[in-house]
């Protein structure tokens, strides 16, 4: 079998548009937020990157949502701008208010057409659900020239009906329709099948683009959005890390690159410059806290790892032998380059960049300066030093909470005591608490200078590289009124490390909290 080489693009094969939901569905994954500047950042990285489409996010949501839209808005000039709004007229108004300033922009709106949620949340009629499609798109098209209709739960959806559905808004005037697998019920021969029979069966089909969205509940996604294309869709909507509502999407990074590398086969390609992938991963997983699994597909820290003595063996011969692509595809970098204290700063900005990191100036200021700590504690200090000490900066640099000081009294004779000083908002509070154990000090610590009723879910520590100096990485998770909030830092450190996971996932949940959810007439996830 002849392997597609990654930078090849097969005879007469299809262009496929990329749709990132990162920042709409993506944030919506249980524990995970995202500033104002974090959102202005990504949706850069994303331009980077060439995505073709950008869901900012759920305008009508909050003012935070719709501020956060328009300013991408604004800055944004290659990639389509769009907006998420239910099928009522003042979401359709205010996703419009909010995407007017791109250079293109989108209104996404959608309408649930399964038996189960027209039964149970909206209590319509299936001519009831044909008329809000008709008046919603029409709207829509009215105030966008580019418009995306959504039949949420399509794949639980009787098939005549869904082709009525599409069919009205096709007449309507949208541009793009979406056959979201809401709940990632459907498997890949189903759901290619779902499109074929649309395509064929509907008038005008062959005038708009057809879209997959789909969730990741059986470990599907990713298949099943394959075989939407191969059903005839040419729009996939996916998300950095594969984050979402429930087990997830489709990750963005395993599409793109499935098509690149088997265009033998899967005739398909994207606009997507793949070694912009790494980066905007580790960009994600920082400023969500949610780590990406060591053998995560594409962006792993093993995706490209090799243990076994065959492995290495065939590797030192020829990487083809168990390397189907190379981690400079990606934007991995593929050296374990050890740096020292008396590195300069060109040569860190240089590591940056092969670890997949381009900082603004302040921000390279700030790391060089941490690297610089760190080498004074550390005799040696790895890629993977680097990578943490980044991240942890990223994740806490909008933080309204901020670690200044730490001191902890522990030992055999109890209690343990911590003393601590925040700052928030730039002023400096201070505390001081017992505890069973050091950890417990800080957090009681944390609890008295900055009052909240969260309850603590998880609590997870691992050495980021080998050694007694190595560093120390922290997940915290918090629970408060159904919000989960997760935070994450790195430190030499531990109980300093625990502290700033602790400080960073309060600020992700105060964050959550700010956010005012959209009314449950219709759910706000596909």
Known sequence: MTQATPDSVPAAADRVIIFDTTMRDGEQSPGASMSHDEKLELAKILEDMKVD???????????????????????????????????????IERCAEAIRPAKRGRIHTFLSTSPSHRDHILHASQEDILEMITKSVTHARNLCGDVEWSAQDATRTEPDFLRRCVDAAIRAGAGTI????????????????????IIENVDNADKVIFSTHCHNDLGLAVANSLAGLQGGARQVECAINGIGERAGNAALEEIVMALKVRGDHLRFHTGIETPHITRASRYVSAITGFPVQFNKAIVGKNAFAHESGIHQDGMLKDRGTYEIMQPEDVGQGSSSLVMGK???????????????????????????????????????????????????????GTDKIQ?????????????????????????????NATGDGPVDAVFNAIQAVVPHAAILRLF??????????????????????????????????TLTASAKAYVNALNNLFARKEKTAPQ????SGF
Do not use: W
Not at 403 to 429: C, N, S, Y
Not at 520 to 523: D, G, K
């Open 520 to 523: 449950a007439r219709v759910a």
């Open 403 to 431: 670690v200044k000081h730490l001191r902890v009294i522990a030992g055999t004779e109890g209690p343990q005591e911590a003393f601590l000083t925040v700052t928030i908002e730039g002023v400096e509070k201070s505390a």
């Open 460 to 493: 997870q520590v691992h050495a980021v590289t080998e050694g007694t100096d190595a560093q120390a990485q922290v997940s915290v998770r918090l629970e408060e009124d159904g919000r989960i909030a997760t935070g994450a830092a790195a430190d030499t450190d």
């Open 178 to 197: 979406n056959l979201p697998d809401t709940v990632g019920y459907s498997y890949p021969s189903e759901y290619g099948e779902m499109f074929r029979d």
């Open 342 to 396: 008396h590195a300069g700063r060109a040569g860190f900005r240089a590591k940056l960049k092969d670890l997949g990191y381009e900082l603004g100036q302040n921000a390279l200021n700030e790391a060089f300066q941490r690297f610089k700590d760190l080498a004074d504690k550390k005799k040696h200090v790895f890629d993977d030093d680097i990578i943490a000490l980044v991240d942890d900066a990223l994740a806490s």
């Open 53 to 91: 489409v950008i869901e900012a996010g759920f305008p009508i949501a909050s003012n935070g949502d719709f501020e956060a839209v328009r300013a991408i808005s604004q800055i944004v000039t290659e990639s389509t701008i769009c907006g998420l709004a239910r099928a009522g007229m003042v979401d």
